[in-house]
């Protein structure tokens, strides 16, 4: 895993310990990447289920103003905050440790954060299966933390399909067995 563009180009990452996290290919994060690039700059980011946090490492590479990382898997939090102090990028980024669902509707009572120009959703393929009811929620939840215009990008398995009426989907791509949606508040 590294970081392909902008200010850390070719810089690594630390790779997740476990297969809990599935990194993107540098392939589909080029891609992907190059349709985001002109919302990146001066962006707030959040990165949901960041595990080592590459997608918003890259934002901040990219010269988006701030990135928040959202994680709850211990390992995986210690990866990401080594990655973050590797890169010397404390200043602009933020961990939240708890769970992502508290947060969003106010459970877990963290202070408000900025809203988001850029939100990347990349959830366990399971939760698609598993919880689909919370997935639900918490894109009802993504309209009051996004910026008017703000983008979600979500990721999951290209076999499974989840209705977000409250997110407008505006694209689709899909490369091998993972698809992209991108989405926005309706």
Same mark, same amino acid.
């Given at each position: 895993?590294?970081?392909?563009?902008g200010e850390? !180009?070719?810089? !690594?990452?630390?790779?997740?310990?476990?297969? %809990?996290?599935?990194?993107?290919?540098?392939?589909?994060?080029?891609?992907?990447?190059?349709i985001?690039?002109?919302m990146?700059?001066? #962006?707030?980011?959040?990165?949901?289920?960041?595990?080592?946090?590459?997608m918003?490492?890259?934002?901040?590479? !990219?010269g988006?103003a701030?990135?928040?990382?959202? /994680?709850?898997?211990?390992?995986a939090?210690?990866?990401? /905050?080594? +990655?973050?102090?590797?890169?010397?990028?404390?200043?602009?980024?933020?961990?939240?440790?708890?769970?992502?669902?508290?947060?969003?509707?106010g459970?877990?009572g963290?202070?408000?954060?900025?809203? %988001?120009?850029?939100?990347?959703?990349d959830?366990?393929?399971?939760?698609? !299966? /598993?919880?689909? +009811?919370?997935?639900?929620?918490?894109?009802?939840?993504?309209? #009051?933390?996004?910026?008017?215009?703000?983008?979600?990008?979500?990721?999951?398995? #290209?076999?499974?399909?989840? /209705?977000?009426?409250?997110? %407008?989907?505006t694209?689709?791509?899909?490369?091998?067995?993972m698809?992209?949606?991108?989405l926005? %508040?309706?």
């Amino acid at each position: 895993m590294r970081i392909i563009a902008g200010e850390f !180009r070719g810089r !690594r990452l630390l790779p997740p310990e476990s297969d %809990a996290t599935r990194p993107i290919t540098d392939r589909v994060k080029q891609s992907l990447f190059d349709i985001l690039a002109p919302m990146i700059p001066d #962006a707030i980011v959040y990165d949901c289920f960041a595990g080592t946090g590459s997608m918003g490492l890259e934002c901040l590479s !990219r010269g988006a103003a701030g990135a928040t990382f959202f /994680e709850s898997d211990r390992s995986a939090v210690s990866r990401l /905050e080594k +990655n973050i102090a590797m890169l010397g990028v404390d200043d602009r980024a933020g961990v939240i440790r708890a769970d992502l669902f508290g947060w969003f509707d106010g459970r877990d009572g963290t202070t408000k954060h900025p809203s %988001a120009d850029l939100t990347f959703l990349d959830p366990p393929y399971r939760f698609l !299966r /598993e919880r689909p +009811n919370d997935l639900r929620r918490l894109a009802i939840q993504f309209q #009051a933390h996004l910026k008017p215009g703000g983008t979600v990008i979500f990721r999951h398995d #290209a076999g499974d399909q989840l /209705e977000l009426p409250e997110l %407008a989907r505006t694209d689709v791509r899909t490369y091998g067995g993972m698809t992209l949606e991108f989405l926005q %508040a309706s």
